[in-house]
Each structure stands twice: as C-alpha cells, then as structure tokens.
C-alpha cells in the first residue's frame, strides 16, 4: 500500500514545509485542502500552480488529491456556481498533476432520491472535463450519503470511469455499515481510503491510529497492495488536539502493521 496524510491536520503549512513533512516521515503522498484559507486552492495562478507541482516532483512525493469542498446533491447551491466550482478543482488538480478531486454530496434534508438525482447529474456533466485532464472525481462517504450504499446510488447513476468514491472509514462506521458491506458497495467505484481515529461516536476529535474506536485494521484488510490510504487528522476542526506532525511516522508505522 501507499500512504498519505491530508493538510487539514497541518492548517495553513507551507508547501515546502509540507513536502518535507511528508518526505521525512516516510509518506508517498498528500491530500491537499483546496481552500483559500490554504496555500492551494482554485484561486491560485499557473506560475504558483506549476512551482507546487515542481516542489512536490522534486521530492517524489505524489499530490494524491485536491480536496474541494463542492457539495454536488445540495439542493441550495445555484447550479451554474456548483458546475463552476467543479471544473475549477478539476483543472487545479490537472495544472498539479494530482489523480483525484474529492467533493461532498451536501444534499441536506431533502428526498434521497432527489439528492442523488441532483449530484448524478452534476458529476457526469464533470466527467466530461475530468476526462480530458485526467482526473477522477471522488465522491466521499459524507454527510447526506455517509455510507457506501448511500454513495454507490449516485455513482451508479453517473456510469462514468471518472467519476468514483472516496471511503471515509468514520463516517461508515458512524452510519452503521459493516467495513465488509462497504468495500462490496464501493469496489466498482472506489479511489482510496481516509483513515481516522476517535474515542467514541459522540467525541470525535482525532486521535493518534490505533488509539480509538475505529475499525482500520477490518478496512485495510479488504484492500489490495497497490491501493492508497490517506490519514485525515482534522486538526482544523479541533484546535486543542495534538499536533500531526509529531504522530505522522508513528501513524504510517501503525497502518504499515496492519
């Protein structure tokens, strides 16, 4: 397997300080959050884009992704703005050479089918762009669509190659699924997987792997060797949790365990 670590547990670092982050802790590649509070996001331009993708070649270190905060089933995002914001990450990714986009379903409260509909129709048209860069958009197990199931719907939809889904193993196993019925839910679709750890369902602030609750060693096990894993450490969110880079050999250590 490969490994990687996502910049939400390092908010804010800068590029080179990233790319030997994850050159010194033995990783082969970063989540990039695309997000204008972070060095890279869409707003960037072509000489910033190019030289942070010379920064991380010169490291051989992979930018697995660039992980975009579009919600594609949201019923309240004008669609024009929706449609925008993907073709925008999708060229990012393509200027910086990553191979995904992630992107949120966000599809509230409204009938699941119509929330599929919606997202369905949103990332085939993207499949289009993507295809011509040679990117693959990710749908993650999230919010509305927090389980494989929920995911596997929308993407059955769509039936394009470029367009797949991303597993975060937290929000499975707080939708009740089975790692097992995951995996035979997103096989035909899936990217990579997001690993975390937490204390319980209600305490979810990220903890060291292997210090919580979550079933990692269940997932990893369904994966073949060629597959990418991605510790998402939500420092970002948690401001009191302890520091990543301190936790990132022992981490990739832990996962190459099991």
């Known amino acids: 397997m490969k490994f990687a670590f996502s910049t939400l547990g390092v908010p804010g ?4 300080e990233v790319v030997a982050l994850a050159s ?9 959050r695309a997000h204008p509070e972070e060095p890279v996001h869409p707003g960037i331009g072509r000489r910033e884009r190019a030289a942070v993708a010379e920064e991380f070649e010169r490291a051989g270190i992979e930018i ?5 905060y579009a919600r594609v089933a949201s019923a309240e995002a004008d669609g024009d703005r929706v449609r925008q914001e993907l073709e925008e990450l999708v060229r990012l990714a393509g200027d910086l050479g990553a191979s995904f986009v992630r992107v949120f379903p966000g599809g509230g409260d409204q009938d699941p089918a119509d929330a599929d509909a919606t997202a369905a129709r949103r990332l085939a048209r993207a499949a289009e762009t993507a295809a011509d860069v040679g990117v693959r958009i990710l749908l993650e197990t999230h919010d509305s669509h927090r389980t494989g199931a929920d995911a596997a719907r929308v993407l059955g939809l769509v039936g394009h190659p470029q367009v797949g889904a991303l597993w975060d193993v937290m929000h499975t196993w707080l939708g009740g699924e089975d790692p ?3 995996h035979a839910a997103l096989g035909p679709y899936l ?5 975390k750890d937490i204390a319980s369902a209600r305490d979810t602030t990220p903890l060291a792997l292997g210090a919580g609750v979550l079933p990692l060693g269940e997932c990893l096990a369904l994966l073949d060797d060629t597959s990418w894993v991605c510790w998402e450490y939500e420092k970002r969110w948690y401001p009191s949790a302890e520091e990543l880079p301190g936790l990132l050999a022992a981490g990739r250590e832990y996962l190459e365990s099991l």
């Open 13 to 16: 670092l800068p590029i080179p």
């Open 24 to 32: 010194s802790t033995g990783y082969q590649g970063v989540e990039l």
């Open 64 to 68: 697995l992704t660039v992980a975009g």
């Open 180 to 182: 097992v019925a995951t």
């Open 191 to 195: 990217g990579y997987v997001q690993v």
